[in-house]
T-cell receptor, first 115, second 112 residues
Framework: EAQVTQNPRYLITVTGKKLTVTCSQNMNHEYMSWYRQDPGLGLRQIYYSMNVEVTDKGDVPEGYKVSRKEKRNFPLILESPSPNQTSLYFC??????????????FGPGTRLTVL | AQSVTQLGSHVSVSEGALVLLRCNYSSSVPPYLFWYVQYPNQGLQLLLKYTTGATLVKGINGFEAEFKKSETSFHLTKPSAHMSDAAEYFCAVKTAGNKLTFGGGTRVLVKP
């Protein structure tokens, strides 16, 4: 089944404790992206990757890191989480780098709470 | 820069009544427009999209949306609401590359 998977689905952590949220897609998509969802703000893009070893900042990149060493994986790293990063996170993938008409496929989400 | 405004963060409709969710966008280039639905505790699922061609777009679950360039709108409708339509709905626009810019979302409550 074609899908985007994320782990963990739920995470409660404390301020300053490094964490990684994994994202994997099995559709051989070139483009991958991370969003955070906050009430009333919709989804905002954190980082995106056009292909392996190519990443760039989205609208809200502060406090986050990403890497794209393999085409299928795009982990989100919080080196020193803070309470304002408590949010619902979604990973998404798109078939092509510049595919404006392409549908973006979303993972199931990771609910992160930082105490 | 593009932006998306969804009028009404919450909408309540009776089962069988019309569902109308409003979306307006701003964009300096021709936009590609999307509606996504999020059911409780799930990810986002594409309802429909407008890229080029016919401005009335039909999607899944009986939803449709009409692109009106003059009004910079892409409102979502369904003639008769069903209890299973209770969810949050997001309008989004793509202008350059693959970046989606989302509206704030509209949560739909369906009353029996």
């Amino acid at each position: 089944e074609a899908q985007v998977t994320q782990n963990p689905r739920y995470l409660i952590t404390v301020t300053g404790k490094k964490l990684t949220v994994t994202c994997s897609q099995n559709m051989n998509h070139e483009y991958m992206s991370w969003y955070r969802q906050d009430p009333g703000l919709g989804l905002r893009q954190i980082y995106y990757s056009m292909n392996v070893e190519v990443t760039d900042k989205g609208d809200v990149p502060e406090g986050y890191k990403v890497s794209r060493k393999e085409k299928r994986n795009f982990p989100l790293i919080l080196e020193s989480p803070s309470p304002n990063q408590t949010s619902l996170y979604f990973c998404a993938s798109n078939p092509q780098q510049g595919g404006r008409t392409d549908t973006q496929y979303f993972g199931p989400g990771t609910r992160l709470t930082v105490l | 820069a593009q932006s998306v405004t969804q009028l009404g963060s919450h909408v309540s409709v009776s089962e069988g009544a019309l569902v109308l969710l409003r979306c307006n966008y701003s964009s300096s280039v021709p936009p590609y427009l999307f509606w996504y639905v999020q059911y409780p505790n799930q990810g986002l699922q594409l309802l429909l999209k407008y890229t080029t061609g016919a401005t009335l777009v039909k999607g899944i679950n009986g939803f449709e949306a009409e692109f009106k360039k003059s009004e910079t709108s892409f409102h979502l409708t369904k003639p008769s609401a069903h209890m299973s339509d209770a969810a949050e709905y997001f309008c989004a626009v793509k202008t350059a590359g693959n970046k989606l810019t989302f509206g704030g979302g509209t949560r739909v409550l369906v009353k029996p």
